[in-house]
Nanobody, 124 residues
Framework: QVQLVESGGGLVQAGGSLRLSCATS????????MGWFRQVPGKEREFVSV???????????DSVKGRFIISRDNAKNTMDTVYLQMNSLKPEDTAVYYC??????????????WGQGTQVTVSS
């Protein structure tokens, strides 16, 4: 069974940091780009960041550029894991964060596999 499981969300004060993780299982995702999206109730899911299959290329939404860092661990003997280091958090970063695997795009339809999401709440 293919799974992407996010963790690391929580409540943090504005200016603080959180590190999200996305653990994969059921198949290797080493040939997939991995992305992070977020969604606020009543709004469409929003692209946050993506990293290429080999980890050599990254791309960020303007709203998080300079504050968030995406990385991945494709070590041979472990399942692929993707991280999102979130610094200088703002209340507007509050959302459910999802990781996804697919092509290297900014639209959610370009991704084939999704996690269940983890809540990030930033208090002012």
């Amino acid at each position: 069974q293919v799974q992407l499981v996010e963790s690391g969300g929580g409540l943090v004060q504005a200016g603080g940091s959180l590190r999200l993780s996305c653990a994969t299982s059921g198949r290797t995702f080493s040939t997939y780009a991995m992305g992070w999206f977020r969604q606020v109730p009543g709004k469409e899911r929003e692209f946050v960041s993506v990293i290429s299959a080999n980890g050599g290329s990254t791309y960020y939404a303007d709203s998080v550029k300079g504050r968030f860092i995406i990385s991945r661990d494709n070590a041979k003997n472990t399942m692929d894991t993707v991280y999102l280091q979130m610094n200088s958090l703002k209340p507007e970063d509050t959302a459910v964060y999802y990781c996804a695997a697919g092509r290297r795009g900014v639209s959610d339809y370009e991704y084939d596999y999704w996690g269940q999401g983890t809540q990030v709440t930033v208090s002012s």
